[in-house]
C-alpha cells in the first residue's frame, strides 16, 4: 500500500454540494465509511469518505497524526488521506451513524440556539404541544432553513438548499414526470437529483415512515432522501408547478363539477328556457297586456309574503334563544393545546399594504399554538405595492407568503384555491385583510366543530364592524349585519337549510373542502356559493358566537361597489344551481330548497322589485297614476299594500331587534330608517344586474382604509 | 342581575338566552271555560233576549259589507275605526250562510269577545304564575276574573273592552318576563300585543306609553344604562307607533282628515257635540279638572279591592320598595286616565265600560302583593284574598246594577238581562227589511250608521247604496236616475243626524221638492223611505 504524506494532505469539505449541473453530492459513502471501527473512526477524527477500485479516500482533522496515519494502513489498499474541518466531520460522522441527538442539543452545540431560547420554547413545548422546531420558528428563534439543517445533523440526512443559486439540472423534468403533482404536493417532497437509476429526494421531514414506504413502493431504483426546509420545498412545488397550481386554482371545480361552475353564466338549456320565458312573455303584454301584469304584479306580491312569512319564521328561534354555538369560557380551558390540529388562515390581499401592520398583529393576538398556525397571505404578482410591503416587514415563521401569478379572473376564491395547493391546516379559514378576528376564534371553531360532529363541514363566526359609527351609512350596514349574522343565519341553522356564507371568518375543514372543489373562482359571492355546494354535498354550516370586526364601508360610491357585487354573485348563485332544478331540489330537499329560493333568489328580488313598487305608489298618490290602477285590483291591492306597510316595518323592525341582541343600542334608533337603506341596495342592484350581463364574472374590488377610527384600537 | 351585562372590549353579549316560558297548565283549560262561560252568555243573551249593543254589531255589519255590498272592498272594513274586531269578525262573515244570526244577530262579535275573555283569563293566569303564586290561588282568581258580571258582559255581548285587556294583559305578560328574564322574545311579545292591542281600541296608545314609561323607571332602577333603557323602548314601542301612524294615515287617506276618529262624524266628540250623551253629570265635569278627578278615581268602586291594593303598592313604591313591576301593572289605569282628559274637556260619555280597567288592576295588584307578602299562613292569606276577590265580583254587580253613577252606560240593559227580560223589539227594522224583500228593483241608498241592521237582514244587500260604497257621495249629491229611493232614520234630538240629512237639511219636513215620503215604518224605532223624483238634482 501507498501513503500520501500527510504533510500534503489536501482539504476535503465533506458537506452535501451540488455540481454545476445541479446534482446534489454526498461526498460521504456510508459504505466506504464502514471500512473503520465507527468508535475508534471517531476517537481519532477519521472518516473513509469514498473510494475506487484502487484507492481509499480518507478524511482526518489531523492526518499528520500517527494513530491515524497507523490505522489507515490497516485498510489493506492505497489509501489517500484528506484534511478535513473537524466540525464537517463530526456531521459526516453523524451522518454514517445515526447519531441522532436532541434537537435542542444540536441545535445549541450548532450554534444556532442559546440555551435560555431553547429552555423556554421547551417550556411552551411542554405546555402546548408541538414540534419544537416548528415552536422555534414560530418564536422567531431559528427559520426554517436553520430548523432543516439542524434535523438533517440530527438524522444524519444529507441537508439539501434548494434555492442556493445554483441551476437545476435539465433531466430532472423526467424526476417530476414520475409521479403526479398531488404526490410530491401531499408528501412534501420534491426531487433534486437524478442519474439513472438513482434518485435524490428532498423532503420536509423525510423520517416520516409512511413517505419511506411509499417510495420504496414506487421507485425501483436507488432512492436517497434529503433534508431541507418547508418553505424549500413550498416553494420548488410552486416553480414547477407555478401553472399547473394557477389551473388548477382556477378550473377545479369546473373540471370536477362543472355543472356547480359560474364560468358559463347559464347553460344551454337556462338560455333556451329564458329565451322561451322572455318571447312568450313579450307575447302576452302585446296581446293581454292589462292581464299577464295583473298576473307578474300578483306573482310579485305573493313572493313578497312568501319572503315575508319565511323570515318571520326564521328569526323566532334566534330571537328567542341562542341559537347558535358557544364555546363557554370552561370549554376553551378544557382544550388540550396539544391536541389542536393544524389551522391554516388564508389572508388574501390586493393593493392592502397600508393594513398590513394591524392585520399582522390582529394575527399575531389570535390565540392558537403558533407552530400549528399556517398562515398564508395570498398576494398577487401584479400588486409589487402589497409584495413590496411584505417583503420589507418582517414576518413571523408561521406566516407565508404565496405569490399568485398574474391570471384572470382576478378574484378572491382564485387565490384562496391556490393557496389550498399549499394549506397544511386541517381546518382553514379566511380573514380578509382589514379583519380583527376575536383572539379566541380558532378555538371557538374547535369546540364546535367538536361538539357538532361529522356533518358540520363549516363553521361561521359573526361578523361586525368597528367604525359603526363613522356616519349613518356605517351604522345602518353594522345594523344590517346584525340581522344577517344574528338572527337571519342561526334562524337558517336552526330549520337547517342551507346557509350562504359570510365573505370572511367561516371555517372550513380542509378535507371537506378539497372534497366539493374549494371555491368558485369565477363566482363572485363563492362565500355564498360554497355555502350552498357544502348542504349539496350533505353537510350543515353552523353558527358560533364569535365575532370578527371589520371594517364597514363608509363610503357611498365603494358601498354600492361592494354591494352590487354581492347582489350580482347572489343572481350567479342562484343561475348556477338551478341549472338543474329537479336534480337541486333532490340534492337539498324541499326545506333546502325552499331555504335557498328564499336567500339567494329572495334577496335580490326583493331589492330589485322594491323600486318599482315605491316608484308607483309615489306615482300614485302625486298624480293618481292610472297604471297602477290597471295592474292593482282591488284584491292585489290589499296585498301589496299589506306587503308595503306591514312587510316593509316588519324588516325594519326585525332590525332593530337585532342591533338590541348584539348590544349596539345605539344603533336601535337608526334601525327605524332602514327602509332608507334599502333604497341604497336596489341602487346597487341595479348595477349588478347590468353587470351580470356584462361582466358576469368581474370581482368589484372594496378599498379598505376609510374608516375614521384607528383600527389598532381594536386590536386588543 | 344579568338583564344588561356585557362583556368588555369590542364583543358585546347581545340578548339572553332563556328557556321558553310555558304558561301553567291550568291556563288552557281555564280559558277554554272562561270563553264556553262568556259564549253560552252571549248566546243566551243574544238570541234569547234578542240583546245587541250597537257598536258591537255595527262592526260585525262592517265586515258584512266587505264581502256582501255592492262593490265588495276591503276598505269597507272601515279603516277610520280600529279596523281590527271588524278583520276578525270578517273570519266569520261567510259563515253566515250556514247560520245567518252570525250576521244577523252580530253573534260574530260574540264569538271573538268570547275567546277574548278566555284569552284574558290564560294571560291573567300566566302573569300570576310570573308571580310564583299557586295553582290554586291561580285557578281561583282566574275563575272569579271570568265571574265579574263586567267582564263577562262585555266578554258576551262582543265588544271590545274585553279585547282590550286581553292586549293588555298579553303586554304585562310580555314585560314582566322581560324584567325577570331579560328574554327580548318576551319584550318583542309585548310589542306586538301593544300593537295589536291598539288595532281594537285606541286606549292602547295611552297604555302603552305608561308602559313604557314604567318600564324605563323599572329599568332605571335596576341600574340600567340610558341607552339600553332607549333601545329597549324602541322595541317596545315601535310597532304601537308605527301602527298609530299608520291609522292616522288611513284616516288621511280615506276621510282627508287624519284625526277624524276623534273629531269625525260619529265620534264622541260628535256625539258629545250634538249632545247625545245627555248626562247631567257630565255637564258638570267639563272644565273642572277636580270633579273629573273626582269621578274618575270613585269609578274604581266599580271593583273596590283596587282601592285598598292601589293605596298599599303606592306606599310601597313611595317607601324604599322600588319594584317595577308595580308601576307596570298600575299602567292599566292609562284608561281611567284618559277618560280623565276626555271628560273635563267634555269629550267622552264617561260609560262604566271604560272604568272596567280597575278590575285586570286589582287582581294583579292584589296578587303582587300576596305574592310578597312575608308570612307563615301564605294558604290563609291566599284563600283570604280569594275572598276578597269574590267580595270585589259581587261588589261590581251591586254597584252597576244599583248606582246610577258606577253603572252610567249599560246599567238599564244590564238590570233587564239579569231580569231575563227580552229586549224590546225593532219592528220598524223588521218592516224596512220586509218592504226592501217584497221591491227588490228597487235602488236605495242609506247611511250604514243607522241602517245596519237592514242591510245585513235584506235578503239582497247589494241593492242599498251605502257610505262605505266608492259613489256613495256623488250618487248622494246627485241622485237623480241613479237611486230610487233615499232611506232615512227618523233621528231623535240628540243624536248625530244620517249622512243624508247631513246633505240634505230640511229632507225629512218637506223642503226638498224631489224628495216624496212614500212609505214610513214605524215601531221601536222609524225609518222614512223618500222617492227621489225626476226633478231631483
Not at chain 1, 363553521?459 to 353594522?478: G, Y
Not at chain 2, 276621510?255 to 266628540?269: I, Q, R, V, W
Request: glycine letters at 8%; charged letters at 20%; hydrophobic letters at 45%.
Amino acid at each position: 500500500m501507498t501513503l500520501a504524506a500527510p504533510s500534503r494532505a489536501p482539504y476535503v469539505t465533506l458537506r452535501p454540494y451540488r455540481t454545476s449541473q445541479g446534482r446534489l453530492i454526498d461526498p460521504v459513502v456510508p459504505e466506504v465509511a464502514a471500512l473503520v471501527d465507527r468508535g475508534v473512526a471517531r476517537s481519532l477524527q477519521v472518516l473513509p469518505f469514498d473510494a475506487t477500485e484502487d484507492v481509499v479516500f480518507v478524511a482526518a482533522v489531523a492526518p499528520q497524526r500517527q494513530e491515524v496515519r497507523s490505522l489507515v494502513k490497516t485498510l489493506g489498499s492505497e489509501v489517500r488521506l484528506c484534511r478535513a474541518d473537524a466540525r464537517e466531520l463530526s456531521e459526516a460522522q453523524d451522518r454514517v451513524d445515526g447519531n441522532f441527538g436532541r434537537f435542542g442539543q444540536i441545535a445549541v452545540a450548532m450554534g444556532r440556539l442559546r440555551p435560555l431560547a431553547l429552555r423556554a420554547a421547551l417550556a411552551q413545548q411542554a405546555r402546548q404541544g408541538g414540534r419544537i422546531g416548528q415552536i422555534l420558528i414560530d418564536r422567531g428563534t431559528l427559520s426554517s432553513l436553520d430548523v432543516a439543517q439542524v434535523i438533517a445533523r440530527q438524522s444524519g440526512r444529507p441537508f439539501v438548499d434548494l434555492f442556493s443559486g445554483r441551476s437545476r439540472r435539465e433531466g430532472l423534468e423526467t424526476a417530476w414526470d414520475m409521479m403526479p403533482e398531488n404526490f410530491w404536493r401531499s408528501r412534501a417532497v420534491v426531487p433534486v437529483d437524478r442519474a439513472g437509476p438513482r434518485l435524490v429526494l428532498a423532503a420536509e421531514d423525510p423520517g416520516e415512515p409512511s413517505l419511506a414506504a411509499d417510495l420504496e413502493r414506487i421507485f425501483t431504483g436507488e432512492v436517497r432522501i434529503y433534508q431541507t426546509g418547508q418553505r424549500d420545498v413550498q416553494a420548488a412545488l410552486r416553480q414547477h408547478y407555478g401553472q399547473e397550481y394557477l389551473d388548477l386554482s382556477r378550473t377545479d371545480l369546473l373540471r370536477v363539477r362543472p355543472e356547480d361552475s359560474a364560468h358559463q353564466l347559464l347553460s344551454r338549456g337556462q338560455k333556451t328556457f329564458f329565451a322561451v320565458l322572455g318571447g312568450l312573455l313579450a307575447l302576452c303584454l302585446m296581446r293581454f297586456t292589462g292581464q299577464t301584469m295583473i298576473v307578474l304584479n300578483a306573482l310579485s306580491q305573493l313572493g313578497y309574503i312568501a319572503l315575508t312569512i319565511f323570515k318571520l319564521s326564521i328569526f323566532r328561534a334566534p330571537a328567542s334563544r341562542r341559537v347558535e354555538t358557544v364555546a363557554t369560557p370552561e370549554e376553551l380551558a378544557q382544550l388540550d393545546d396539544s391536541s389542536l390540529p393544524p389551522y391554516t388562515v388564508f389572508v388574501p390581499l390586493r393593493s392592502e399594504a397600508s393594513v398590513l401592520p394591524v392585520l399582522l398583529r390582529a394575527l399575531r393576538m389570535l390565540d392558537y399554538p403558533k407552530d400549528r398556525l399556517d398562515v398564508k397571505l395570498l398576494l398577487e404578482e401584479d400588486d409589487p405595492e402589497t409584495i413590496a410591503a411584505v417583503s420589507r416587514t418582517r414576518l413571523p415563521g408561521y406566516i407565508d407568503v404565496v405569490v399568485l401569478p398574474a391570471a384572470d379572473p382576478r378574484t378572491k376564491p382564485k387565490a384562496c384555491n391556490y393557496g389550498l395547493l399549499s394549506a397544511r391546516g386541517t381546518y382553514v379559514v379566511i380573514y380578509d385583510a382589514e379583519d380583527i378576528p376575536d383572539p379566541l376564534q380558532l378555538k371557538k371553531a374547535i369546540v364546535a366543530f367538536r361538539k357538532a360532529g361529522p356533518e358540520v363541514g363549516c363553521v361561521q363566526a359573526k361578523l361586525s364592524f368597528f367604525n359603526k359609527e363613522q356616519n349613518l351609512l356605517t351604522r345602518w350596514f353594522t345594523t344590517e349585519y346584525a340581522m344577517w349574522f344574528g338572527l337571519l343565519l342561526p334562524g337558517l341553522q336552526v330549520s337547517r337549510m342551507p346557509i350562504p356564507l359570510g365573505g370572511t371568518s367561516n371555517h372550513l375543514r380542509t378535507d371537506v373542502l378539497q372534497e366539493i372543489g374549494a371555491w368558485d373562482p369565477y363566482n363572485v359571492t363563492e362565500d355564498a356559493d360554497l355555502g350552498v355546494r357544502l348542504y349539496k354535498a350533505g353537510y350543515r354550516t353552523v353558527i358560533v358566537d364569535s365575532d370578527t370586526l371589520e371594517e364597514a364601508n363608509s363610503d357611498f360610491v365603494n358601498w354600492v361597489r361592494q354591494r352590487s357585487r354581492w347582489v350580482k354573485g347572489y343572481i350567479q348563485t342562484w343561475l348556477v344551481h338551478m341549472r338543474h332544478p329537479v336534480r337541486l331540489w333532490r340534492e337539498l330537499g324541499p326545506r333546502g330548497f325552499l331555504g335557498f329560493q328564499a336567500m339567494v333568489a329572495g334577496t335580490p328580488f326583493t331589492f330589485l322589485m322594491n323600486p318599482l313598487y315605491w316608484v308607483m305608489t309615489t306615482m300614485w298618490f302625486l298624480v293618481a297614476w292610472g297604471l297602477v290602477q290597471q295592474v292593482f285590483p282591488s284584491w292585489l291591492y290589499y296585498m301589496g299594500m299589506g306587503n308595503l306597510l306591514l312587510g316593509n316595518f316588519m324588516f325594519a323592525y326585525l332590525n332593530m331587534v337585532a342591533a338590541y341582541r348584539r348590544g349596539d343600542d345605539e344603533l336601535v334608533k337608526y334601525a327605524v330608517f332602514a327602509p332608507l337603506y334599502w333604497g341604497l341596495m336596489s341602487v346597487a342592484a341595479a348595477k349588478a344586474l347590468i353587470q351580470i350581463v356584462s361582466r358576469p364574472s368581474h370581482w368589484e374590488k372594496t378599498v379598505h382604509g376609510l374608516a375614521d377610527v384607528e383600527m389598532e384600537t381594536h386590536v386588543a | 342581575m344579568h338583564l344588561m351585562q356585557r362583556e368588555s372590549g369590542p364583543w358585546p353579549v347581545g340578548a339572553q338566552s332563556v328557556a321558553p316560558v310555558k304558561a301553567p297548565p291550568e291556563a288552557a283549560p281555564l280559558a277554554l271555560v272562561a270563553t264556553a262561560l262568556n259564549l253560552a252568555a252571549g248566546l243566551y243573551i243574544n238570541l234569547a233576549l234578542s240583546y245587541t249593543k250597537s257598536d258591537a254589531f255595527s262592526r260585525v255589519a262592517n265586515a258584512f259589507y266587505v264581502l256582501y255590498s255592492r262593490t265588495p272592498h276591503l276598505a269597507a272594513v272601515g279603516f277610520v275605526w280600529n279596523p281590527l274586531p271588524s278583520l276578525l269578525e270578517l273570519l266569520l262573515v261567510p259563515f253566515k250562510a250556514f247560520w245567518p244570526p252570525l250576521v244577523t244577530s252580530g253573534v260574530a262579535g260574540v264569538v271573538w269577545s268570547a275567546v277574548s275573555g278566555g284569552l284574558s283569563v290564560y294571560l291573567l293566569i300566566a302573569i300570576l304564575a310570573e308571580f310564583r303564586l299557586g295553582r290554586a290561588y291561580r285557578i281561583a282568581a282566574g275563575l272569579l276574573f271570568a265571574a265579574n258580571p263586567l267582564i263577562l258582559f262585555y266578554g258576551a255581548i262582543g265588544m271590545t273592552e274585553d279585547m282590550l285587556i286581553a292586549t293588555m294583559l298579553g303586554t304585562l305578560l310580555g314585560v314582566l318576563r322581560y324584567l325577570g328574564t331579560g328574554s327580548l322574545i318576551r319584550l318583542i311579545g309585548a310589542a306586538v300585543w301593544l300593537a295589536v292591542g291598539f288595532g281594537i281600541r285606541y286606549e292602547a296608545a295611552p297604555f302603552g306609553v305608561f308602559v313604557g314609561l314604567s318600564l324605563a323607571v323599572a329599568l332605571h332602577w335596576r341600574g340600567v344604562p340610558w341607552k339600553r333603557i332607549e333601545s329597549a323602548l324602541l322595541i317596545l314601542l315601535a310597532p304601537l307607533v308605527y301602527v298609530s301612524g299608520l291609522w292616522l294615515y288611513l284616516n288621511w287617506m280615506i276621510m282627508k282628515n287624519p284625526l277624524f276618529f276623534m273629531d269625525g262624524t260619529y265620534s264622541n266628540a260628535a256625539f258629545s257635540a250634538y249632545g247625545s250623551y245627555g248626562y247631567p253629570l257630565l255637564g258638570q265635569l267639563k272644565g273642572h279638572p277636580l270633579d273629573t278627578l273626582a269621578y274618575v278615581a270613585g269609578m274604581t268602586l266599580l271593583f273596590w279591592p283596587v282601592i285598598p291594593a292601589g293605596l298599599i303598592a303606592l306606599a310601597r313604591l313611595c317607601g324604599a320598595q322600588r319594584d317595577g313591576r308595580l308601576l307596570l301593572i298600575f299602567a292599566v289605569s292609562a284608561v281611567p286616565a284618559l277618560q280623565f282628559a276626555l271628560l273635563e274637556r267634555g269629550l267622552s260619555s264617561g260609560v262604566e265600560r271604560y272604568f272596567m280597567y280597575y278590575i285586570p288592576l286589582g287582581f294583579l295588584l292584589l296578587s303582587l302583593l300576596a305574592a310578597e307578602a312575608r308570612t307563615r299562613h301564605r294558604g290563609i292569606l291566599l284563600a283570604a284574598l280569594a275572598l276578597v276577590l269574590a267580595l270585589g265580583d259581587i261588589g261590581t254587580g251591586y254597584a252597576v246594577l244599583t248606582s246610577p253613577i258606577l253603572g252610567h252606560g249599560d246599567r238599564s240593559d244590564l238590570i233587564g238581562i239579569v231580569q231575563g227580560k227580552p229586549t224590546p223589539q225593532y219592528v220598524a227594522r223588521d218592516k224596512v227589511v220586509a218592504y226592501l224583500d217584497e221591491h227588490p228593483h228597487l235602488t236605495v241608498l242609506t247611511d250604514s250608521a243607522y241602517a245596519y241592521p237592514i242591510i245585513v237582514r235584506v235578503r239582497n244587500p247589494r241593492q242599498l247604496i251605502i257610505d262605505s260604497d266608492a259613489d256613495f257621495e256623488s250618487i248622494l249629491e246627485n241622485p237623480r236616475g241613479r237611486v230610487d229611493d233615499f232611506l232615512l232614520p227618523v233621528i231623535s234630538a240628540g243624536d248625530v243626524p244620517d249622512a243624508v240629512t247631513r246633505a240634505w237639511p230640511g229632507i225629512t219636513s218637506g223642503k226638498r221638492p224631489w224628495a216624496q215620503l212614500v212609505e214610513s215604518f214605524r215601531g221601536g224605532g222609524t225609518y222614512d223611505l223618500f222617492r227621489i223624483l225626476p226633478n231631483a238634482p
